[in-house]
Nanobody, 130 residues
């Protein structure tokens, strides 16, 4: 059974950093594009970053230059390094897997990642205080 388990969330002050991890199992990891989406209280879900099996990446404008997505294919693990965090980054962060290729995801927009995700985890909370 497919499973994605996120970890690494927490509370930090503005300007701080966090590194999220996502352990994937139960499916062929390399056959999917992987990414992160988030949901803040009272707001809609939005994708923030995507990486495909070849290592190509794409980011939402709101996090570009501050967040870095990466993966370890040997460990079926996805990461999100978040630097220069802002209070508006406060949200539940979800790891997601999508059968769509990067070209399709980019055409739809990274922010729409959650609408084409096949699997996602339970989420990890990130809270940034000012």
């Amino acid at each position: 059974q497919e499973e994605l388990v996120e970890s690494g969330g927490g509370s930090v002050q503005a300007g701080g950093s966090l590194r999220l991890s996502c352990a994937a199992s139960g499916y062929t990891y390399s056959g999917y594009s992987m990414g992160w989406f988030r949901q803040a209280p009272g707001k809609e879900r939005e994708g923030v970053a995507v990486i495909d099996s070849a290592g190509s990446t794409s980011y939402a404008d709101s996090v570009k230059g501050r967040f870095t997505i990466s993966q370890d294919n040997a460990k079926n693990t996805l990461y999100l390094q978040m630097n220069s965090l802002k209070p508006e980054d406060t949200a539940m962060y979800y790891c997601a897997a999508s059968r769509f290729r990067m070209t399709t995801i980019q055409a739809l927009g990274v922010k729409a990642l959650h609408t084409i995700a096949d699997y996602w985890g339970q989420g990890t909370q990130v809270t940034v205080s000012s």
